[in-house]
C-alpha cells in the first residue's frame, strides 16, 4: 500500500529540487518534494549566489526576500597566482541583476518554503532509496523516515539529490564518480571588504584554487578542493586540506591572522560531467548536481542546478499534458540539457586543464592586471556570465600570452 501519491516526487531539496518543484506546483501539477534531512540544514558550499542563479530567484519571486534580508552584494573579485600577482576586478556590466553572498543554511530553506507556497507538498527527513517501475504511468519509490519503511507513488521522479546520489546510482543513470572534492568552513573576525570574493591559484593547492568570501560582518566562508583521484590517493583530512590552503597562501594568512573558525570544516564532492550524462529515462529525470551540471572552472553550481531544473519542470509539464512520461515523451529535456551545458562545459574543462600548470595562471593573471579587457573576461568567466571558450578563441588567447608575458 503506497503511503503517499502525487503527479510528480523530487528527490531532494536543494536548490534544483526545489525550484523544479516550484516551477512545476506553479503550474498546477501535484507534486511531493522529498528531502532526507530536516530545514534549516547546512550544505558545505561557498555561498556564492551568481547572477544566473539570481536570474531564477527573480523568476520565483524571491528577489525581495534577498534584498530584505540584506544579503551581502558582490563587490568583485580579487585574483592571486602562484608567484602572487594579483588583480582587482570590480563587477563588470554584463550582468543584469548583482551577485549575492547567502549562506546556504537559509537560501536552501527559503527555496523549499517556496516551493511549499506555490503548492508543492514537502515530506522531511525521508530517505529515498530506491524506484521501481510499475507500468508506464506508475513509479513507486521505496523510503525510510525514523526508521519506518514508507512506500511513495507517482508518474514522475526528477531526481535532484546532489552529488552523492545513491538514489540516481541505484537507477543506473550515473556511472563514474564525482570528479573533486570541495571543502569549505566559516570565520569570524576576518579582514577584508565585505562581498569581495578572494580566489587564490595556490601553489599547494593547484589545480583547485583557494577561496575567501567575505560574507559581511567579519565574517567570511573559507575553502579549497582537490581533484578526486588525488583524494583518494593522498586521503588527506579535510581539515588538513584546507589548512594547507590557509597557512601556506600568505593573503590568506594575512585576512585570516586574527580570525577564529566557526564550526568544523565541512566537504562535499562535486560533479562535473554533463556532458556524458543522458539526463532522461523512462518517468525519470536528473536534474542539479546529480547530473554533473557544477562549472568545471569556477566550481560554481548553484545557479546551473536551478537552471537545469527549470528545464526539467518545462519537459515535465508538456510530457505530462501528452501524458507520456516514457524517456520518448521526455526526450527534449535531453536535448535543452545537452544544447545549455555541453559547449561551456567542454570549454571549461580545456580551461581547467591549462590551469592546472602555474605559468598558464601566472599568465592570465598577469595579463588581467594589465589588460583590463582580459580582468573583465576572466570576470565573466568566473562568474557564469561567459562561456570560457572566449578565453581560448585565437585572438583572446594571443592578447593574454602578449599582456601576460613579463617583459
Ligand atoms: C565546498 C563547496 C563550495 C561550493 N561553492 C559554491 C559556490 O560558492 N557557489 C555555487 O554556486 N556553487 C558552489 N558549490 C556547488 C554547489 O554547492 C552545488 O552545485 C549545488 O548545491 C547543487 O545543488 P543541487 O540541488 O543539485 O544538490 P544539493 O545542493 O546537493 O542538494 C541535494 C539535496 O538532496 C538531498 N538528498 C540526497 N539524497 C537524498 C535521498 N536519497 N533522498 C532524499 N533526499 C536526498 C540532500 O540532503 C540535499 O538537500 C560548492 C560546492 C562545494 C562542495
Known sequence: MSNYNADVIVVGAGPAGSTAAYFLARAGVDVLLVEKNHFPRDKACGDSVAPGAVEVLERMGLLDWVEQQGYVRQTGLFLSSPNLTSVRIFPTRTARLPAYLIPRLELDERLAQQAVSAGARLLEGTLVERLARMGPNEVRLFARRAGQMLELTCRLVLAADGPHQSFTRSLGMVF????????RRYYEGVEGEPGLLELHWEKSVLPAYGFI???GNGRANVGTGMFARDFHRLKPNLHELLDRFANNNP????????????????GMPFRDDAERIHPVADNVLLVGEAAGVGHPMSGEGIGS???SAELAAQTALDALQ????????????????HAEFDAWHQSALLARSLLTYPSAVNMAIRAAARRHEVATLLHDILLGLVSPAEMLKPGVALQVLLAGTVL
Open 305 to 307: 542546478a536551478m537552471r
Open 213 to 215: 568570501f567575505h560574507m
Open 176 to 183: 563514474s564518480p564525482p570528479d573533486a572534492v570541495a571543502v
Open 251 to 266: 593573503y590568506a594568512r594575512k585576512s585570516l591572522q586574527n580570525a577564529r573558525p566557526l564550526g568544523r570544516a565541512t
Open 322 to 337: 501528452q501524458g507520456d512520461v516514457s524517456a520518448r515523451g521526455l526526450s527534449d529535456y535531453a536535448r535543452r540539457f
